[in-house]
């Protein structure tokens, strides 16, 4: 009788094989809740007088995802309109007066518009952003007051490396990437003949780079991407004046001093690489004067594909050379004392720099970091917050550092494991300066400290003063919610305690208020509705419960709109998760879910199916821990069926489900989970991956958080494979993937290869393609379609 059930099922399955079904919608309840209108997003002013609302489709269509593309460089590019194919456009401006309720429509604005990489000006008075036409990308500019729109170039910018322009400090010139006026042709890939074979050479140096995709592979690749990338600078004032600013070059980087007086230019150089995108090219960076004229060149980086292993493994040379936000014409850098190769056993890792205009001068010491240098937060002639971090231990310290007196002391204010949510001290707030750059924010001796505030009974974020001569913290204020979530987003005055911050709860959609910490009034700001009414009054309980071996874990849990917890009808569990690593079990034990966020369904959870009589565990806690010199892979397979049988033990005993029907869910490296766990447990009824990497030699030189190469743990590698135990694998499996994933690892390759296997070998399975998606899904048919899929297969497999 089994024999003869498992034939019935792999017949079935044969009808998977290919099959012209043409895209469809998922029942109604899913589609009610999938075909929403996004409430806009919101962007303030430094003096909170006005917001911008920016409106945009709930999702991309088909069509956006079928337009002309170029691979180039880690670069996806239309060579047609020169600028990402993946960029996200706004459809619709309004302006508000934050202190009023209506809403101005922006008039003037562009017909169809395609609006992206809004910017405001150094004066906040008005606003420039780009629209995209047919043939190009165009330049326009908002008048805040009137609410305004007005068009200042023809579509002849150049957006293939991210955001076109930079305003001038006047706020009244922009400086702008154009197209060359005398481009060169695109080559034809496909009819061009090439010239020679493609030849590559490894000259015996270590080089562990990540599985890039979107590489170049021919000269053919690099003519194209250099015609591509190539710009002139142009001044232009807003009256639509242009004037030639730089003449044709490969700019990468622009950035103003502080004071407006510099500017700092970053250009791609040759030779490119076939093995690194476009970011470990080589580069010039040199400073101009507002003419652009060069004064003197900064830096020069030579082409970086070989790095050591690791994760704290940088570059050797000058890296994250920026301008220091509290002076006016400073530049700062750092450099490896180690090679920047972690198994160096060296005193200190980093040195960092500064650098003053005009250069003349040799750069000067400013400290030096025993672990890798992770960032700095400038404050005044006498105070910055220096950070250093060190992976492999998760250790992060932060010091406080006197600029002007290199060889004074460091005062360690925080040293901490920075997965320890629990002990996180907060953020230190910044503020804009005479610079309009955003710096430590200091009154009187104090800075200020915004934090999540997690804790073993919930979240209570707050605000702390720090006193930085007795390095003691006081705190002025605690969200003490219990049916909502507050969100601190910023201090806007120090001294009356008024503070930006964002409220919500599980059936109230995010909104923004003025709160003031002394009085507590609490000031409205914005009145987005709930655009999901269908599920607001969902069961929600963020539920904590132990692995077998002591590791607190958690989940939030969804049952059914007027489920009856107390006739426990059992009902099919769907879990949905993502593997996180751990060097210790107190932080992997802690819970950062929170029961008020409102309930937002989408694409990535299995949230849609409260509506169709599921009980759904979403966000389930899957820690995987190596404490001490034992790396978290090393026991991934027993600590991911243990993370999934305690989540399954913890719903089960509160009554609600039936365990012998539970699913799981996973997205990228949940995919990759998902089918770990079908493949090495039988406490699955079937499970969803959805783009995902199944076979790890396929990544040798590391995948996620693994460090190590293929060939220093082969077995780690093989047994974390999915594909390599394809032959252990007997329960349903629905696989999906984007057709043009560009995710480093996950290639389509990677769910085609592991579906042939598993269809090879009996398994039951279907495989389902995305057009045009690729690591995220965007367009509405493929994600209706995707919902309809899971449905179908969930119903089939789990609920009958």
């Known amino acids: 009788m089994k024999i003869k059930f498992l034939l019935l099922l792999f017949i079935s399955f044969l009808g998977f094989s290919q099959e012209n079904v043409s895209y469809q919608k998922p029942p109604k309840s899913i589609l009610d809740l999938a075909d929403y209108e996004r409430a806009p997003s919101v962007s303030m002013d430094t003096k909170k007088e006005y917001m911008l609302l920016s409106y945009r489709n709930t999702y991309k269509t088909l069509d956006d995802l079928n337009q002309e593309e170029m691979r180039l460089g880690g670069l996806r590019i239309n060579p047609v309109t020169n600028i990402s194919s993946a960029v996200t456009y706004i ?12 809403e101005i429509q922006v008039s003037g604005l562009p017909q169809n518009a395609k609006i992206t990489n809004v910017a405001w000006s150094p004066n906040e008075k008005k606003i420039a952003f780009t629209n995209t036409i047919a043939t190009g990308v165009e330049l326009w500019i908002i ?8 068009k200042l170039t023809d579509a002849k910018l150049n957006a293939n490396l991210g955001n076109p322009f930079n305003w001038f400090n006047n706020s009244e010139s922009i400086l702008v990437k154009m197209l060359p006026k005398n481009r060169n042709q695109l080559l034809d890939t496909k009819k061009d003949l090439p010239s020679g ?14 599985t890039y995709q979107d590489l170049l592979k021919n000269k053919t690749d690099e003519t194209n991407f250099e015609n591509l990338v190539t710009s002139e600078l142009y001044k232009i004032s807003l009256d639509g004046n242009a004037t030639l600013y730089k003449e044709a070059d490969l700019y990468s980087g622009l950035g103003f001093s502080p004071d407006g007086t510099l500017i700092m230019i970053t250009t791609i150089q040759k030779p490119f690489s076939y093995i690194v995108p476009l970011d470990r090219f080589p580069s010039k960076t040199v400073v101009c004067d507002l003419n652009g004229t060069a004064l003197k ?30 002076k006016p014409a400073t530049l700062y850098y750092v450099e490896a004392l180690d090679e920047g190769n972690p198994a160096n056993t060296v005193a200190f890792r980093d040195e960092v720099f500064l650098w003053n205009a005009p250069f003349t001068d ?30 492999d231990t998760r250790n992060e310290k932060t010091f406080l550092i006197n600029p002007s007196n290199p060889l004074k002391a460091q005062k360690v204010l925080f040293d901490r494991n920075s997965q320890d949510i629990y002990s996180d001290p907060g953020s230190f707030e910044t503020k804009k300066n005479e610079f309009n750059r955003y710096v430590l924010a200091l009154e009187n001796n104090n800075a200020f400290l915004i934090g999540d505030g997690f804790t073993k009974e919930g979240q209570f974020p707050f605000i702390a003063e720090y006193n930085l001569k007795t390095f003691k913290a006081k705190r002025l204020y605690t969200s003490t919610y219990k049916d909502k979530k507050e969100d601190i987003l910023s201090i806007e005055d120090f001294k009356k305690g008024d503070v930006l911050v964002m409220m919500q709860s599980k059936n109230e959609y995010p909104n923004y208020y003025f709160r003031n910490i002394k009085s507590k009034k609490i000031t409205s700001i914005t ?57 210790d079990k107190n932080s992997a034990g802690q819970g950062s879910q929170n029961p008020n966020e409102f309930t937002a369904p989408y694409y ?5 199916w409260v509506t169709r009589g599921y ?71 079937c499970g969803i991956a959805r783009s995902g990497a199944y076979n790890r030699t396929l990544t040798p030189f590391g995948f996620q958080s693994e460090q190590r190469n293929y060939w220093e743990t082969p077995s780690v590698y093989n047994t974390m494979s999915p594909f390599m135990n394809a032959d252990k694998m007997k329960t349903p499996l629905l696989l999906v993937h984007g057709e043009a994933d560009n995710n480093p690892g996950t290639f389509t390759l990677q769910t085609e290869r592991y579906f042939q296997a598993l269809k090879g070998l009996g398994a039951p399975a279907r495989m389902v393609i995305l057009p045009k998606e690729a690591h995220s899904y965007v367009a509405k048919d493929n994600i209706l379609h995707l919902l309809w899929e899971q449905d179908q297969f969930l119903e089939k497999y789990l609920k009958n």
């Open 527 to 583: 009145g987005f509705k709930n655009p999901f009414e269908s599920i607001k009054d969902v069961y929600k309980e963020v539920i904590k419960y132990q692995r077998k071996d002591g590791v607190e874990l958690s989940g939030t849990l969804y049952l059914p709109v007027g489920y009856d917890k107390t006739k426990k009808e059992k009902l099919p569990l769907l879990i949905w998760a993502y593997p996180a690593e751990y060097k």
């Open 143 to 150: 008048d805040v007051a009137s609410a305004k729109a007005i």
């Open 604 to 608: 990535g959870s299995f949230v849609y």
């Open 362 to 391: 040799n750069p000067s010491t400013l400290t030096k970091t025993v672990q890798r240098y992770s960032g700095i937060i400038w404050g005044n002639e006498t105070t910055a917050i220096l950070s250093e971090q060190w992976y």
């Open 297 to 326: 060149t900064v830096n020069e980086v030579p082409l970086n594909e070989i790095i050591p292993k690791g994760f704290m493994a940088v570059r050797k040379g000058k890296r994250n050379m920026s301008w220091r936000l509290d």
């Open 91 to 102: 459809n619709n401006l309004k302006i508000r007066k934050v202190s009023g309720k209506d």
């Open 615 to 685: 009980a759904v565990l979403d966000d389930a806690a899957f820690p995987i821990i190596g404490e001490g010199t034992t790396e978290p892979n090393d026991n991934f397979i027993t600590q991911l069926v243990d993370n999934a049988e305690a989540a399954i033990d913890a719903v089960d005993k509160l009554g609600y489900i039936n365990r012998k029907k539970v699913a799981v869910g996973g997205h990228s490296y949940g995919a990759f989970m998902t089918a770990n766990l079908l493949t090495h447990s039988n406490i699955f009824a």
């Open 197 to 210: 074979p493609i030849i590559s050479n490894a000259d015996g140096k270590k080089s562990q780079n990540r």
